[in-house]
């Protein structure tokens, strides 16, 4: 490995985990890394260090069988299947591996289970966390989007009404504040994010909304 490439790995394990990065001690389970492609591609992308310790220790992938992994977790476990690019390293006679996932412009990416159910994930610092109902239904109008401008309705302004001045409050207050049916208060809810007039946050592993 030439040192170019070797100072450019070690400043990618110097930064650390974030947002746009993880690291993977070992490869043994193409479903949870899959939760990783998944969180990445609904974010804003990111790497895999895969045979990197949490505490940036080079261990290494260590046989032919966790690339194998790797690849399933990318083809097999996520639907839509992922676009996802690797590069071998070679450190200190470790090969470490980096699997490159771009920001999806199919969203939602979801991993498959165990039971080969669909769930999507979303990356928040240096977690992956399960995506709200509100974000599946940003992503859904985001494919059948067809420019059209944000139009008030009834059912629109009463939303806004009971959350103005109310601050950051999770789903189900809401539902409960405007009374109206959960499912229609998550598509409009995702509509007045995609416009900017709502925003999220996670607050104590919850999902809360708030008017910008």
């Known amino acids: 490995m030439n040192s170019a490439d070797r100072r450019y790995l070690m400043g990618l394990i110097r930064e650390g985990e974030h947002q746009q990065q993880d690291f993977k001690y070992r490869v043994e389970d193409a479903v949870k890394l899959a939760r990783s ?3 990445f591609a609904n974010t804003d992308g990111g790497r895999l260090l895969i045979g990197v310790r949490d505490d940036g220790f080079l261990k290494g992938v260590r046989s032919e069988e966790e690339i194998y992994v790797m690849h399933q977790a990318a083809f097999r476990y996520c639907r839509p299947q992922a676009s996802i690019k690797f590069d071998t390293y070679s450190v200190d006679g470790r090969t470490i591996v980096v699997a490159t996932v771009p920001r999806s412009d199919r969203r939602p990416m979801c991993a498959l289970d165990e039971e080969g ?68 208060v998550v598509t ?16 104590d592993h919850t999902f809360v909304f708030a008017l910008t």
């Not at 494919?143 to 309705?153: C, I, R």
């Not at 409009?188 to 607050?203: H, K, P, V």
Request: hydrophobic fraction near 40%; proline fraction near 3%; aromatic fraction near 8%.
């Open 37 to 39: 492609v998944s969180a």
């Open 117 to 184: 159910r669909q769930r999507a994930y979303i990356r928040i610092a240096d977690e992956n966390i399960v995506a709200s109902p509100v974000h599946l239904s940003i992503w859904r109008q985001e494919q059948q989007a067809t420019g059209q401008s944000f139009t008030y309705g009834d059912d629109e302004r009463r939303l806004i009404t009971a959350m103005q001045g109310a601050g950051w409050q999770p789903l189900g207050a809401i539902v409960k504040q405007t009374r109206q049916p959960r499912h229609r």
């Open 188 to 203: 409009l809810l995702a509509r007045l994010c995609r416009y900017g007039l709502a925003q999220w946050q996670m607050s």
